[in-house]
């Protein structure tokens, strides 16, 4: 047994697949499989199980996965202590991660990273945050940046920051001249947000029923949101994110009685699939220095 195989059985577990798995560890299939079979001959059981064309861990797989994940973070988070001291961390570091953090946050919190370790490299990948989820938890992404998604056993997700929840009217809009507002005063007017499938829609949904105010759930994001706003007499409420700046005719109204903490971005990460020392750094270093909550 030496060292790449474990870090090869950590990678076939968490894609489940064979051909994928090598591409990603670049060696050829044959070469994983037998790294495979001997390591299962030396246990003496099988680590894996065929299920169509992809492959599951066994029991006993994913008993030894338990301990594998465990002997190597520790053996990372030496590594990374070490390079840490001499300012080499390096390592690439696959981000999963919801539209309207991609143009301010994201990529300020990884400048900030960059500048004590310079050798790191990211791949950013967008979607909406289900997307993102179901990434993290494929080990597609080694973290992400979205909201809360029930359903996900596997994965843990830490608050970082939050999105104000705003009422926006375009200028001609007879709320257009109002301050602040309180959701009661909405009862009269036609409202619509995101759709209530999505974890944003979900929370603006339990809100608005709570203040037995009516509203149609039909947009994905602030941009759809805000083109329609932009042009109707309708008012929604929306996150205040920099995908409403592009519309000049857009008032923004703060809502009193709403709490600043309502719609909460998360940092989630796997608590099953392997985290490299790369990745548990970064992960670190938002929680230190760009954790931004009310």
Request: charged share 20%.
């Amino acid at each position: 047994m030496n060292l790449p195989q474990l870090y090869y059985f950590i990678k076939l577990a968490e894609l489940q697949h064979y051909t994928k798995a090598a591409k990603e560890l670049y060696i050829a299939q044959p070469s994983l499989s037998d790294s495979i079979a001997s390591l299962e001959s030396e246990l003496g059981i099988s680590l894996f199980q065929k299920k169509g064309r992809n492959v599951t861990l066994t029991k006993y797989g994913e008993e030894f996965y338990i301990h594998v994940s465990q002997a190597l973070n520790e053996l990372e988070r030496g590594i990374a202590t070490m390079k840490m001291h001499s300012g080499q961390l390096g390592g690439t570091i696959d981000v999963g991660c919801i539209p309207t953090l991609l143009g301010d946050f994201l990529p300020t919190a990884i400048q900030n990273y960059m500048k004590k370790n310079p050798q790191a490299k990211f791949n950013i990948f967008q979607g909406m945050s289900i997307e993102v989820a179901h990434g993290v938890a494929a080990g597609k992404y080694d973290l992400g940046f979205c909201s809360m998604v029930e359903d996900e056993p596997d994965l843990l997700f830490v608050p970082i920051m939050a999105q104000e929840l705003v009422l926006i009217v375009n200028d001609t809009h007879p709320l257009a001249e109002r301050k602040e507002l309180c959701l009661s005063e909405l009862k009269n007017y036609n409202l619509t947000t995101y759709r209530d499938c999505i974890p944003i829609g979900k929370v603006v949904r339990n809100l608005l029923q709570q203040h037995e105010v009516e509203a149609t759930f039909s947009y994905d994001d602030e941009i759809s949101i805000g083109g329609v706003i932009s042009e109707t007499n309708l008012a929604a409420i929306v996150a205040r994110t920099p995908f409403l700046k592009q519309f000049d005719n857009l008032v923004l109204i703060p809502l009193s009685d709403v709490p600043k903490d309502t719609r909460l971005i998360y940092m989630t990460f796997s608590r099953k699939n392997f985290v490299s020392s790369s990745v548990e750094a970064f992960a670190d270093f938002i929680v230190a220095h760009e954790m931004n909550l009310p």
